[in-house]
């Protein structure tokens, strides 16, 4: 800085600073002023942009004709075009080339080109402290003040490009799109932040990348992107590259037959007329092959234009007049003779409307600061002492400060479109134009995107635009299957039949509960399993409701799943408690055992049923677990492709979307399987109880074998049928229902027919036991049962029901059946004997025949005194014969009567009427002797029975 100061003084001092204005001139005089111009001239650039300089030319020509911009110069490049090849590395050695040609020194840069050469020298330009304007740099990055202070452009920022790609994708419709990309800085910048709007936008969006260079093969990294599937199916493709890699990669698209109408394709906006006809890439397609592939072909071009063409621009041309002028020098040979390069890339390109407007910008600019330096004005810059623009040497800040003011100041209606710059040096971008190639690859404007309204796409005229419609963007097509129509109406029709099924197995429960077999079998039980076989049933109609809207899905998913649950549990759990009571009666029976009730057994179907709904509860609070209507592909149903190769799948909606869900499934199958368990051991336990009436045992084991192959097909639909419709359908419903009519047919049929059989229930313990084996035992048993004295009954029946529950558990074992009485008869010897000793506590705990006078109580030398005991519960029932002492060979079939008394503990859980109608001896109920056939004489002596023998009955009705 100090060398700067230094000449900055010595040219005040020298007067050269204060040179007369050009205004002041002698007439016709102009001071040349020199700027620095970079193209792509090269045939080999990635990007030719000879198709620039006749567009700088008439701008030259105009400005220079035009006496009110930087009047008394001549603005000029010198004859010096530096071909910058579109190359980092060839754009840097280009300025170093210019700037060691002096004098002169230019005061300017119009470049460099794309954006590869221009990014090292934008980064250069600062320290020789004179500003660059370009006319076709759009990276980004370029809008970095920090690292390029004097870089301005007429061409827009990419950095609008990606919100425009998405809103036109967007406004399109599509949701799918592949980007194909050449490894290349100005391609590389946009790749990521592409996909990732597109994510944000909703829209599937996937690249992939190759390198850069004239021995890349690009139809074999499209072939391979599309044999792989990388592309995964998807029909719109961007064109992320140069314009010669993009005629490669289009000729093999046109090999596989990938065009429009079944797919679609997006590129740059930037690329030159016709350049499709390069032959820099050698490619197997013809023209007119190329012409057929590009046929719409969308255009999205940031570059600006003229909306209007026919308003006059700043440079007194409108956008027609300017095209016309620019053709003109395009096709004078003479003139393109004389320009650098081979005549073959001079051609038309849409950046020569930006390179037009970039000169007429940085003419406006300079003019301001000449006008500045007159009035001897800074411009808000304090860089250094005031200098005429033909005397700016690169040491000078203070021009460069005031240029660049300048230049951010400007604003003028240019060819392009209004161009205005923001503080960034960016051009100030309103709107994006789309064209399309049509017939013969003509290029047509078809639309805008307005930046200003969220990237809003609009068509301009959609007139033939789109012929044979929008292409797809392929994503696949899904079909939503239903069920089918006739498996609704099998499975309506059957739930419909079953419900009224079970609706009558509970009517006839109902109005047959005061039957003694029914009343035997708990009815109340009978209600539950009805109910939930009734639950089961309507389960069904939900299961296969036929709607796809949320509701009727929630309602198939929530309430269908649920039913089914609840109404299993509800039956299965009261066959449970059925069969729990005969075990608890039947197994390891004790004097002090309880009676079960219903309502006990009510109790425990209640709180199986609760744990379920509590599981069915939680799973639905918990998201991951909830039953969710999720869409999956139906395997049924295999997938096609349409007319515009796109993927036909058909789905259906499954009620378990996850892994979690799946496993919460698995908890409550765990449950269901843990209950048949249950049923298997309990079956097992009571299958040798001989009263059919009580033991459902045959039953029972029946229900868990087909509910067992039920619960096992509901797992399988669960976990393994959920994508098949139809099937898991048909299996899941025909599995319920299977289930709630297994529970009605093996509970209620056999009841139904005993009632038919035997209406009064005079038969049901007939042929029940055989007693013939142990003959004097159970007619001891039945001796000792006569001895009951009033008040007694109650302990008798336990007792009894202790004998019984040996008998009827060890079936047709004689030898196991003698030990079991005998030892029930050393019991009752031994309580005989203690009341005896003990005369004031004769009734002690578990003590049944307090009071006897024989020892063995066998026989009865006490006039028995009749009685009824009120509230007894017991139910004896043998024959006497006509000889007391005899009793003991003719009895016949005592443990079958006394079985008959353990039957009335569960007749007593089906009704706690005390309702005692007792006939003994020939005693009406109030205890008084009809008969008088045995009856004690005042001389302590026995009266013997006369008579025929009568048979002698006590029941009781519990």
Request: proline residues 5%; glycine residues 6%.
């Amino acid at each position: 800085m100090d060398f700067k100061l230094f000449l900055s003084t010595f040219l005040l001092f020298s007067g050269v600073a204060w040179a007369a204005c050009p205004g002041d001139l002698p007439n016709g005089t102009l001071v040349p002023l020199y700027f620095g111009f970079m193209t792509a001239v090269d045939p080999h650039s990635d990007y030719v942009l000879a198709g620039i300089i006749p567009a700088v030319d008439l701008a030259l020509e105009l400005i220079n004709n035009n006496t009110s911009i930087l009047s008394g110069y001549e603005l000029s490049y010198n004859d010096t075009i530096y071909d910058a090849q579109c190359s980092h590395r060839q754009g840097r050695d280009q300025f170093f080339s210019m700037i060691s040609k002096r004098p002169p020194d230019f005061i300017a840069l119009l470049g460099a080109g794309c954006s590869a050469a221009t990014l090292p020298v934008a980064e250069l330009a600062h320290y020789w402290n004179f500003p660059i304007v370009s006319y076709s740099s759009a990276a980004p990055m370029l809008s970095d003040v920090s690292l390029y202070p004097s870089f301005f452009r007429t061409y827009p920022s990419d950095g609008n490009f990606v919100p425009a790609f998405v809103g036109l994708v967007r406004g399109l419709g599509w949701k799918r799109v592949f980007i194909l990309t050449e490894e290349s800085p100005l391609f590389v910048q946009n790749e990521r932040p592409l996909v990732e709007a597109l994510s944000e936008a909703g829209i599937y969006g996937k690249s992939h990348s190759f390198l850069s260079g004239p021995d890349v093969d690009v139809a074999e990294v499209v072939r391979d992107v599309i044999y792989k599937n990388e592309h995964n199916n998807t029909h719109i493709f961007f064109l992320n590259m140069y314009s010669g890699k993009a005629r490669a990669a289009f000729c093999a698209f046109y090999r596989l037959n990938m065009f429009y109408p079944n797919y679609a394709f997006i590129i740059p906006g930037w690329y030159q007329t016709g350049w499709w006809n390069n032959d820099a890439v050698n490619v197997s397609c013809s023209t007119r092959d190329l012409q057929t592939q590009l046929d719409r072909v969308l255009i999205l071009q940031q570059l600006p234009v003229a909306l209007n063409r026919s308003a006059p621009t700043i440079s007194g041309l409108t956008a027609d007049e300017f095209d016309t002028r620019y053709r003109s020098r395009l096709n004078d040979r003479e003139y393109i003779n004389r320009l650098p390069g081979p005549p073959s890339v001079y051609y038309p390109i849409p950046d020569a409307l930006t390179a037009f407007d970039a000169l007429w910008s940085l003419a406006l600019g300079l003019d301001r600061v000449q006008r500045a330096v007159c009035a001897n004005e800074t411009l808000g810059c304090n860089g250094g002492p005031l200098t005429e623009l033909e005397d700016f040497m690169y040491y000078n800040d203070q021009v460069e400060c005031m240029v660049n003011k300048s230049l951010s100041m400007t604003g003028f209606e240019g060819v392009s479109g209004y161009v205005e710059f923001n503080a960034n040096g960016t051009r100030v971008q309103e709107a994006f134009t789309i064209f399309q190639y049509q017939e013969n690859t003509v290029r047509v404007l078809i639309g805008t995107l307005s930046l200003a309204d969220n990237n809003t796409f609009r068509y301009r005229n959609d007139t033939a635009v789109w012929p044979n419609g929008i292409p797809p963007d392929g994503t696949e097509i899904k079909i939503i299957n239903t069920i089918h129509v006739s498996l609704n109406v099998i499975f309506y029709t059957a739930a419909i039949l079953g419900a009224v099924f079970a609706i009558g197995c509970l009517a006839f429960n109902v109005y047959f509960r005061n039957k003694k077999i029914i009343k035997l079998t708990s009815p109340n039980l009978n209600y539950t399993i009805g109910a939930g076989s009734l639950v089961m049933y309507s389960s069904v109609i939900f299961l296969l409701l036929p709607g796809l809207d949320t509701y009727s899905l929630h309602l198939r998913c929530i309430v269908g799943y649920w039913l089914a649950m609840i109404g299993y549990i509800i039956a299965f759990s009261a066959v449970l408690a059925k069969m729990w009571r005969v075990y608890y009666i039947f197994h390891n029976p004790t004097a002090s055992k309880r009676t079960l009730k219903d309502w006990h057994l009510l109790v425990a179907v209640g709180v199986i049923t609760s744990i379920v709904c509590l599981i069915l509860i939680i799973g639905e609070s918990i998201p991951q677990t909830r039953h969710e209507p999720t869409l999956v592909v139906d395997r049924e149903t295999e997938s096609t492709t349409n007319e515009f190769d796109v993927v036909v799948n058909y789905c259906t909606y499954s009620c378990y979307r996850s892994t979690t869900s799946v496993a919460f499934q698995a908890l409550i199958m765990a449950m269901l399987f843990l209950l048949q368990a249950i049923g298997i051991f309990l079956a097992f336990q009571t299958r040798k109880v001989k009263v059919k009436v009580l033991n459902d045992a045959k039953q029972v084991t029946a229900i868990i074998y087909v509910t067992s192959v039920c619960v096992v097909l509901i797992i399988m639909t669960t976990f393994a049928l959920g994508s098949f419709l139809n099937t898991s359908s048909a299996v899941f419903s025909l599995s319920i229902a299977a289930a709630s009519t297994a529970f009605l047919i093996l509970i209620f049929i056999p009841k139904m027919y005993n009632l038919y059989k035997d209406p009064d229930g005079e038969n049901i313990f007939t042929g029940t036991h055989s007693s013939a084996a142990v003959p004097g035992i159970a007619a001891g048993a039945a001796s000792i049962l006569t001895g009951v004295q009033p008040g007694n009954s109650f302990l008798l029946r336990k007792e009894s029901i202790g004998i019984n529950m040996a008998l009827a558990t060890l079936g047709d074992d004689p030898k196991a059946t003698i030990a079991v009485l005998e030892a029930k008869v050393l019991e009752l010897e031994e309580e005989l004997r203690n009341s005896k000793m003990n005369p004031g506590n004769p009734t002690k705990r578990g003590s049944l025949f307090p009071g006897f006078m024989s020892k063995n109580g066998l026989g009865n030398n006490r006039s028995s005194r009749d009685s009824t005991t009120e509230g007894s519960r017991a139910s004896v029932t043998f024959e006497q014969p006509k000889d007391n002492l005899n009793a003991a060979n003719s009895m016949t079939s005592p443990p079958s009567s006394v079985i008959r008394e353990s039957s009335e503990e569960i007749e007593e859980g089906s009704d706690d009427r005390d309702n005692t109608n007792v006939t003994s001896n020939g005693m009406n109920g109030n205890g008084v002797s009809n008969s008088g056939d045995c009856v004690k004489n005042n001389d302590g002596g026995k009266n013997e029975e006369e008579g025929t023998a009568k048979t002698s009955r006590t029941e009781t009705n519990l």
